[in-house]
Each structure stands twice: as C-alpha cells, then as structure tokens.
C-alpha cells in the first residue's frame, strides 16, 4: 500500500429514512430540554473505522462485498451511554447485523480502531445522538429514555466516509437490493 493514498475511513450501514427521522428527533430533544448544540446528524452504524487503510483497495473490496447484499431489519433496543462521552440508539447485537460485520472484517481488519476490530470484541451497533463529553450525560440519557420505545428499522446499503479535517465526505455508496 502506499502512503500517500492512506486515508482515515469509516465503513457505514445506511438506513432508511424513516430511523433517520427518529434518531434525529432524539438529537432534537437534547438540543430542547438541554441547550446542546442544534446539529443535522447523519444517521448511521458504523461496522469499521480504519486508521489508515487504501482508499482505492477499500472501494475496491467494498464494491465486490456489496454486491449479492440484501436490505434487512434490525431492531434497536434501548439508549445507552458509551465511553462516557456518547449517548447511542443501540441495535439488538442480532445475527444478521453482526454476520454482516463479521464478514466484512474477514479483510482489512488489522486496520481498524480498537473499537470496530473485530478481534478485540468491542463493538457495538449503534447509532450516535449526541457525541460530546456532557457533566449531565446521565440526565439526558435519562430524559430519553423516558420517550424512547423500541422501534424496527431497515439496514438499506453501505457507505464508506472518508473523514476529514472539518467533516467527512461518503466516497462509495451502495444500496442492498
């Protein structure tokens, strides 16, 4: 691999439109009852976070994993804080979700932030709300979960995010038949 083709990359689960609209209603909540920042979120599942990886490789092997890919239903269970600086929408760890992860790990793992590597177990399929560290997380958390109900939502493609310095910018998207 060369160097200077070397890019930060996130490898993300799209979503219909639908969870978009509810998870973003969540956000709206906090930025309500708790003056948090007012922010258009762009609902996802993040599956891996690569430090450094290819970006033509990624695309690549990304594109040929896709293909015989079919959309499919996950559920999200309940709201959780994560490394005490993250309220989620977390999804019910099901096998097709975490096959899919699984799978797409079988390359290009190595690569991974120690969070989405598939060999430290640590993840966990989930969507952000709010990404900050907050003194009150645990009352938001808690303000949430008083509206919160589980709800269904369907998995409809895969993106992968090339991050940048003030944001980030979807380089491959693919939708599930």
């Not at 922010?39 to 450094?52: D, G, M, N, W």
């Not at 269970?77 to 999804?91: K, Q, R, S, W, Y």
Request: contains cysteine.
């Amino acid at each position: 691999m060369k160097g200077d083709t070397m890019k930060r990359i996130c490898a993300i689960l799209s979503l219909d439109e639908k969870t978009k609209i509810k998870i973003q209603n969540y956000r709206d909540l906090l930025t309500i009852r708790y003056g948090v920042s007012k922010k258009i979120l762009y609902p996802h599942i993040t599956i891996a976070h690569y430090i450094s990886i290819d970006m033509e490789e990624i695309i690549k092997y990304t594109g040929d994993f896709v293909k015989e890919m079919n959309a499919f239903n996950i559920q999200y269970g309940t709201i959780e804080i994560l490394e005490d600086n993250c309220i989620a929408c977390i999804v019910n760890p099901d096998n097709e979700i975490t096959e899919l992860y699984n799978m797409y790990h079988h390359r290009y793992d190595e690569h991974c932030d120690k969070w989405t590597k598939k060999e430290n177990k640590l993840w966990i399929p989930h969507s952000t709300i709010y990404g900050k560290s907050n003194p009150k997380l645990a009352e938001m958390k808690a303000s949430l979960e008083d509206d919160f109900i589980p709800f269904k939502a369907k998995v409809i493609g895969l993106e992968l995010s090339l991050i940048k310095e003030n944001g980030y910018e979807i380089i491959f998207s693919k939708e599930f038949k």
